[in-house]
């Protein structure tokens, strides 16, 4: 026998629930050696995503022991944690959780556009690989163009592009008719046979069946620990060919949001499948992607990464991503951004609406842009202020026309000012503002930078210029603390 891969001793997950608590893992242990195919059983509830879920260190155990290739998870900082996520596993999921927007190909390429790899080295790997899933022609099709069983082919694509040692696979099949399941599972059995640690979390028996070994959970325990009579996997392999390349997990090295994947260490219930796909997309995506709010279908999360930053996502109401009648649905509002500030990994939550209008002072007037944010707004952001002060939690509870304004505002109006404008009263529209601070020309921001932006309370902007509770959309930014913070 070797070293175990996976190695966990007496852990236990507990989750609130309002005053009580649930134990969703109690007091396990296991250990899976390299190249092992094993098949997590039990029936719903017993805790099988939640053991996968911490597993892939996508949570982590409110006690015990979790050694991944002998490292002990609980003392590694991010960047190691990021390393060790990054060397060892990719995920399958039951719904695919292909971003709707971009081709299958570009879905697969996602990883290496965060590990900035150049584009033809990107397409020549994620070609082929779906040259190998049996998807090789299916490359410039959109998700909604192709059959559950192509999506799932595409995402285990993505799922191996950065080559995932271990597989992760939470009812990989359970959304695919018994066909394309059955194919789905023979990719997996290959994987398996080159090698892979391959993990499958279902509770159909046929598909644990193939397995080499079968465990069974109940009430968070492991009842029964049998290997079958399967054929086990060739010598463990830690890479297969068209996945070696040292500058490729060298570049991925540099990422550090591989462990803000480990921001799912979620609690409200209502919020749980967002939670869980933002994980994916925080980890393994940059671009641009919409995700479904639980079973809410009015609320999609667009996370415009790479213009926002990559620790920050904005919530937009809406169908689909791009949705063009997203401005007019009145469905996001300030609970929900409660909602969202209640969950651990968030650094900071804001609402938003916006309005444009005409902004006066003396004898100028321009277009501008007004903001209505909360307080925590430049800290989601990253804004830096220049000059004066930023308006505070209770300027936005008493709907205080305060204005924090933007350098192109400042040139346009103050620069010849001393103050820079601290302390004037602007016009915006019939509303009369007070100058409170001037915040930093930010870079790499999106949009013109010709534009003039104001910032005010979101509370007055609602009852100066919207006159509804509507928010635009939820801003926030990821902790990256989740893993030193003790729950
Ligand atoms: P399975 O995947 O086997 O259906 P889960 O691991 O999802 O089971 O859940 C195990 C138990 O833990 C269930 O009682 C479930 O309600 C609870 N649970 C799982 N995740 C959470 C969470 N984030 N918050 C509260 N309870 C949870
Ligand atoms: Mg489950």
Same mark, same amino acid.
């Given at each position: ?245 040292? $500058?490729?997990?060298? !570049?991925? +090295? *540099? /990422?550090?949001? @591989? ?8 609690? #409200? ?112 952001? $990253?804004?830096?202020? !220049?000059? +004066? *002060? /930023?308006?505070? @939690? ?8 305060? #204005? ?84």
């Amino acid at each position: 026998m070797t070293d175990p891969i996976i190695d966990l001793q007496n852990i236990r997950r507990e989750f609130a629930a309002g005053d009580t608590s649930v134990v969703a893992l109690d007091d396990l242990s296991l250990s899976i050696q390299p190249g092992e195919m094993v098949a997590i059983i039990g029936s719903s509830g017993s805790g099988k995503s939640t053991l996968l879920n911490i597993l892939g260190c996508l949570d982590r155990p409110t006690s015990g022991t979790y050694r991944v290739a002998g490292k002990n998870v609980s003392e590694l900082d991010a960047d190691a944690l990021a390393a060790l996520r990054r060397e060892h596993f990719g995920f399958i999921f039951q719904r695919y959780n292909l971003l709707g927007d971009l081709t299958a190909a570009a879905n697969v390429e996602i990883p290496a556009v965060y590990a900035g790899l150049n584009a033809r080295e990107r397409r020549t790997r994620a070609n082929a690989l779906l040259e190998r899933l049996g998807v090789g022609t299916r490359g410039g099709h959109r998700p909604n163009q192709l059959s559950g069983g192509q999506q799932q082919r595409v995402s285990i694509a993505r799922a191996l592009i950065n080559g995932a040692e271990v597989i992760l696979a939470d009812e990989p099949t359970g959304a695919l008719d018994r066909r394309s399941g059955e194919e789905v599972l023979k990719i997996l059995k290959e994987l398996h046979r080159e090698g892979r640690t391959i993990i499958i979390v279902t509770h159909d028996a046929d598909v644990a069946a193939r397995a080499e070994r079968i465990i069974e959970l109940r009430d968070g325990r492991i009842v029964s620990d049998r290997h079958t009579g399967t054929a086990g996997a060739s010598e463990p392999v830690a890479r297969t060919a068209w996945d070696s390349g040292a $500058g490729w997990t060298g !570049a991925l +090295g *540099r /990422l550090r949001e @591989a462990s803000r994947m480990a921001l799912v260490a979620m609690a #409200a219930h209502r919020l749980r499948a967002f939670l869980t796909m933002l994980g994916i997309i925080i980890g393994i995506a940059a671009v641009s992607s919409v995700v479904a709010l639980g079973n809410a279908s009015q609320r999609k999360v667009l996370s415009d990464i790479s213009s926002l930053g990559t620790n920050t996502i904005e919530v937009f109401p809406g169908k689909d991503f791009g949705d063009a009648r997203a401005g007019k649905i009145k469905t996001l509002v300030l609970d929900d951004a409660r909602a969202l500030d209640r969950q651990g990994f968030i650094a900071g939550v804001t609402p938003t609406v916006s309005t444009s209008t005409t902004v006066r002072y003396r004898g100028n007037e321009s277009n501008v842009l007004v903001n209505g944010v909360g307080e925590n707004y430049f800290l989601v952001k $990253g804004a830096k202020l !220049a000059k +004066g *002060r /930023l308006f505070d @939690a209770d300027a936005v509870r008493n709907i205080e026309r305060q #204005a924090v304004i933007d350098d192109n505002t400042r040139k346009t109006f103050f620069a010849d000012d001393q103050t820079s404008g601290i302390g004037r009263v602007i016009w915006l529209g019939k509303v009369p503002c007070r100058i409170v601070g001037v915040i930093a020309q930010q870079q790499g921001g999106f949009g013109s930078n010709q534009n003039l932006s104001v910032y005010l309370p979101y509370t007055t902007v609602q009852a100066q210029f919207t006159g509804d509770r509507a928010l635009r959309s939820i801003l926030l930014r990821i902790s990256d603390e989740i893993w030193r913070r003790t729950r």
